[in-house]
């Protein structure tokens, strides 16, 4: 039996660590342990550009010295079941670990649809450990043809990353009828379908893999649309679903999501047990309905929702649900989405209004780097409140949708919006007088006004 901690943290991916060092700020006399079940781990987003654009996909490393610097012991081992009536945790090396707090923090499993031939050899799911996928990229970079099943952000990053492989030809096949639609409305994903293609990626939308063919390894794919392809790997990037066995064997719940269910301080229905990020259920800031989000950042916010509130509620929690804020980049192309897109509101049954902008995003246009911003802001008719936000163009994208994703969390108004007080510089921002959001915000208004 090994000393007992006073907080033990199982899993050590971002909302692992953040939970662990906002735990040690709020609680700094107590013992805490980071449990991970991999020597080396990965940055999850980091993942597609460990193909091309780092040196080395050692540069993805997951590195632990923040947690270590701050007096937080960490260990190598799998937990294997919770035992909540002792407080105890086993673990597949035989210890057990005692704990005051437990947080679950272990993350997702890749989704393994059942396609005949998924398990030949060079085809491969995301497993988050470094050696794993280091010898993924090394047989996949000395392919001819590579399939990525898969169009949403991390099937699209492996396909813009494979582009820029010499002689690798790169197929990418979405059931749905347009790559992100999850995410965006069309004119959106159109923009990056096209920005892909133009690389050379052949975007093969509305089909369905019906089989992986070959012998041990993979030589080809066959196709719903009546399609057979040859092809050296797969590249799984359908997603994944919350790893909630170690939670389920514990008997604690799951909610209608199949996500560990926990209230808005992220505690499950054992009050000193814990969980955040991937393998929690997330629910949608309007509607409140379960919702497939599963975002390092998303993580990390509700790490430190739970990290501060172990023992007492020292920070009050006033965003009650998961606003989903994305964002990508293709090619020098950065497209950010964050809460309702128009499509999904109106599914929903909300009566919208839309404002959208196309500016540069710098002043004047002529200036060098200067970029194209697309924005298109959805919000309700009856309220004038934002529901959710696009953008498309240049690296200011990246932040203007963190702006939205703060103008929705706090239920600004198309009116507050439009009055918006910024701060503009030739190199840096589009023109006070254009400012995308803004010009956004003032078309709705107007639309709103009628």
């Given at each position: 039996m090994r000393d007992k901690a006073d907080i033990l943290v199982i899993g050590a991916g971002p909302a692992g660590i953040v939970c662990s060092l906002t735990a040690r700020k709020?609680?700094?006399?107590?013992?805490?342990?980071?449990?991970?079940?991999?020597?080396?781990?990965?940055?999850?987003?980091?993942?597609?550009?460990?193909?091309?654009s780092l040196k080395s996909p050692d540069e993805n490393m997951l590195g632990m010295a923040a947690v270590e610097k701050s007096g937080i012991e960490t260990v190598v081992d799998e937990a294997i079941a919770i035992d909540r009536k002792n407080k105890e945790v086993e673990c597949k090396s035989g210890e057990r670990y005692k704990y005051e707090k437990l947080v679950l923090a272990v993350g997702s499993v890749p989704i393994l649809p059942p396609i005949p031939g998924i398990e030949k050899k060079g085809v491969y799911p995301i497993y988050k450990e470094l050696g794993y996928l280091k010898k993924a990229i090394e047989e996949i970079k000395k392919c001819k043809n590579?399939?990525?099943?898969g169009g949403g952000f991390i099937g699209i990053e492996f396909a813009d990353e494979l582009s820029k492989i010499s002689g690798l030809n790169t197929y990418l096949v979405e059931l749905l009828p347009s790559i992100l639609a999850n995410s965006f409305d069309p004119e959106f994903s159109t923009l990056a379908e096209d920005r892909l293609r133009s690389k050379g990626v052949k975007i093969l939308t509305g089909a369905k893999v019906l089989e992986f063919c070959g012998k041990e390894?993979?030589?080809?794919?066959?196709?719903?649309?009546?399609?057979?392809?040859?092809?050296?790997?797969?590249?799984?990037?359908?997603?994944?679903?919350?790893?909630?066995?170690?939670?389920?064997?514990?008997?604690?719940?799951?909610?209608?999501?199949?996500?560990?269910?926990?209230?808005?301080?992220?505690?499950?229905?054992?009050?000193?047990?814990?969980?955040?990020?991937?393998?929690?259920?997330?629910?949608?800031f309007y509607t409140r309905k379960d919702i497939p989000v599963m975002l390092a950042s998303t993580a990390t916010a509700e790490a430190r929702i739970a990290g501060a509130?172990?023992?007492?509620?020292?920070?009050?929690?006033?965003?009650?649900?998961?606003?989903?804020?994305?964002?990508?980049?293709?090619?020098?192309?950065?497209?950010?989405?964050?809460?309702?897109?128009?499509n999904t509101a109106v599914k929903e049954g909300f009566e919208i209004?839309?404002?959208?902008?196309?500016?540069?995003?710098?002043?004047?246009?002529?200036?060098?780097?200067?970029?194209?911003?697309?924005?298109?802001?959805?919000?309700?008719?009856?309220?004038?409140?934002?529901?959710?936000?696009?953008?498309?163009?240049?690296?200011?994208?990246?932040?203007?949708?963190?702006?939205?994703?703060?103008?929705?969390?706090?239920?600004?108004?198309?009116?507050?919006?439009?009055?918006?007080?910024?701060?503009?510089?030739?190199?840096?921002?589009?023109a006070p007088t254009m400012y995308p959001i803004v010009i956004a915000a003032q078309e709705a208004a107007g639309r709103i006004r009628e």
């Open positions: 709020y609680y700094p006399d107590k013992k805490i342990i980071v449990m991970r079940n991999v020597e080396k781990g990965v940055i999850p987003c980091g993942i597609p550009y460990m193909i091309k590579v399939l990525i099943v390894k993979v030589g080809g794919v066959k196709l719903s649309t009546g399609e057979t392809l040859d092809i050296d790997a797969v590249i799984l990037g359908i997603g994944a679903c919350p790893n909630t066995s170690l939670a389920c064997n514990a008997l604690l719940d799951l909610g209608k999501g199949k996500g560990v269910w926990v209230d808005e301080y992220m505690r499950t229905i054992d009050p000193d047990v814990f969980a955040v990020g991937d393998c929690v259920g997330k629910r949608d509130n172990l023992y007492q509620l020292k920070v009050i929690r006033e965003n009650k649900g998961t606003i989903a804020i994305y964002s990508t980049y293709i090619d020098g192309l950065v497209l950010g989405s964050a809460g309702l897109t128009e209004v839309t404002g959208q902008a196309n500016v540069k995003d710098k002043h004047p246009a002529t200036l060098p780097l200067a970029s194209d911003v697309k924005v298109k802001l959805v919000f309700s008719r009856q309220s004038g409140i934002l529901l959710g936000g696009q953008v498309a163009g240049g690296f200011s994208c990246g932040e203007m949708i963190n702006l939205i994703g703060v103008a929705i969390q706090k239920r600004m108004s198309a009116t507050e919006l439009e009055t918006l007080q910024m701060a503009t510089q030739p190199y840096l921002t589009s």
